[in-house]
């Protein structure tokens, strides 16, 4: 090797991607465990996905609450034990609510995982749901709503989900009087619905030890879970009819928080592949339309994107920034602008070559470890994809032309189709 010779560069997009395959196998209960063993680093990270989001609340909060609660003491444990056990071996076990979902995580080194493991399977079986935890999580929980309701693009947030979807889960938001009337019976409630005797998946990566499954199995695959179908109840949106807001929230703010949003379907319609190209080149990036019109040429914002929700039943195309009050509607007028110049003319081989290398560079990044190899796969299970998504995607990315994206933009880019609110 000459080393006064520098390597020729290579564009991402020659690169040949391969996403490495999971294990699968399943527990005596059913329950899929999906696996990847990888790593050179003695850790591990196991996550226990259960249909337990705000989709099967049959009040706002619920889900949230229970899921939180779940580290906030059991029959065995306080939550002062419970923070204990996981910190003496150095681990650390999250909680997390989404919309259709609910997530138990713990990351941890690969020794110790067997003394974990007891933990997290009392966390799941015999959680009490402390009334003073509750309190302490009632207090923390307003007082938190309460700093964010100050803030404009947490409210614009709120409001356009709620436009999109109206009385719809994906539409709902919590407010305080919500909090104040959770009670720790309707948790015990859905923890014993949804949790108890719900359905789960669990998903492991890193560097494994052997007899994982095996332990997999004596502390979960006798529990009263059981497999999911990797589908949701369908729930019709009712959006909004009006389309146009301006909602005044911070008399003394400075800027407004804009949003431009329309409804789009799920990750198996055949248009979602090109359309995720598309909304690159729109504002999916920092090098996109949006930034370098608005941005970078008339300053406008520090930052504009654009981007498809992650929702299982259906999504949304969404247009985010923040911008000045008094540039808040020219800001709006340029994004108009930029979905016109989409529609009327291709888009060049050079931008379009930028595009791709960002994309594929992305993927590349995406793959560099267990983790997140694995949330690649998760993405993929939880959304009832095949197999054969990710490559698929990889080839749309490579052999997509300007006038499939030109097509694409003339089919969906238009703005009398997009709510549109700010925020001051």
């Not at 939180?68 to 034990?81: D, P």
């Not at 108890?196 to 890193?206: S, Y």
């Not at 560079?361 to 998504?389: C, E, R, S």
Request: hydrophobic content about 35%; glycine content about 6%; some cysteine.
């Amino acid at each position: 090797m000459n080393r006064k010779i520098a390597p020729p560069i290579k564009d991402a997009i020659d690169y040949r991607l391969h996403l490495k395959p999971y294990e699968h196998y399943t527990l005596d209960n059913g329950v899929p465990v999906y696996e990847i063993n990888a790593g050179a680093q003695d850790v591990l990270q196991i996550e226990i996905v259960f249909y337990a989001g705000t989709f099967y609340e049959q009040r706002k909060g619920i889900a949230a609450a229970a899921n939180f609660m779940l580290k906030n003491g059991t029959k065995k444990r306080s939550a002062f034990q419970l923070n204990e056990d996981f910190e003496y071996y150095g681990a650390y076990c999250t909680r997390a609510c989404y919309s259709e979902t609910a997530v138990v995580s713990l990351h941890t080194l690969t020794r110790h995982v067997e003394k974990l493991l007891p933990v997290i399977q009392d966390m799941l079986t015999e959680a009490t749901f402390p009334e003073e935890e509750l309190d302490i999580y009632k207090q923390n929980t307003k007082q938190w709503l309460n700093v964010n309701l100050r803030k404009c693009e947490f409210v614009a947030g709120r409001l356009i989900d709620h436009y999109l979807y109206g009385d719809h889960p994906y539409g709902n938001y919590t407010e305080i009087e919500d909090i104040d009337r959770l009670t720790t019976e309707e948790l015990k409630a859905f923890y014993r619905q949804y949790y108890l005797n719900g359905t789960c998946a669990i998903f492991v990566a890193g560097n494994l030890p052997s007899g994982l499954k095996n332990m997999l199995n004596d502390f979960f695959g006798r529990l009263t879970v059981s497999k999911p179908s990797f589908s949701i109840p369908d729930k019709k949106a009712s959006p909004s009819v009006e389309t146009k807001f301006r909602i005044q929230n911070d008399p003394e703010a400075v800027q407004g928080a804009i949003r431009l949003a329309t409804n789009f379907p799920n990750r198996h319609h055949p248009d979602f592949k090109k359309v995720i190209i598309l909304n690159n080149v729109f504002g999916g990036f920092f090098g996109s339309r949006l930034m370098s019109n608005i941005r970078e040429e008339k300053g406008y914002t520090y930052g504009i994107y654009s981007y498809l929700q992650n929702h299982i039943q259906q999504s949304a195309w969404v247009i985010s920034t923040e911008a000045g009050k008094d540039v808040c509607e020219a800001t709006i007028k340029e994004v108009h602008k930029e979905m016109e110049r989409l529609r009327e003319k291709k888009i060049g081989k050079t931008e379009l070559l930028l595009v791709r290398n960002y994309m594929i560079g992305q993927i590349l990044g995406d793959l560099d470890g267990p983790f997140h190899i694995m949330a690649k796969w998760k993405n993929i299970i939880l959304n009832n994809l095949d197999d054969k998504y990710f490559y698929e995607s990889v080839e749309e990315i490579k052999t997509i032309g300007a006038k499939e994206l030109k097509e694409m933009a003339n089919k969906y880019l238009h703005p009398e189709n997009f709510y549109e609110l700010i925020v001051y």
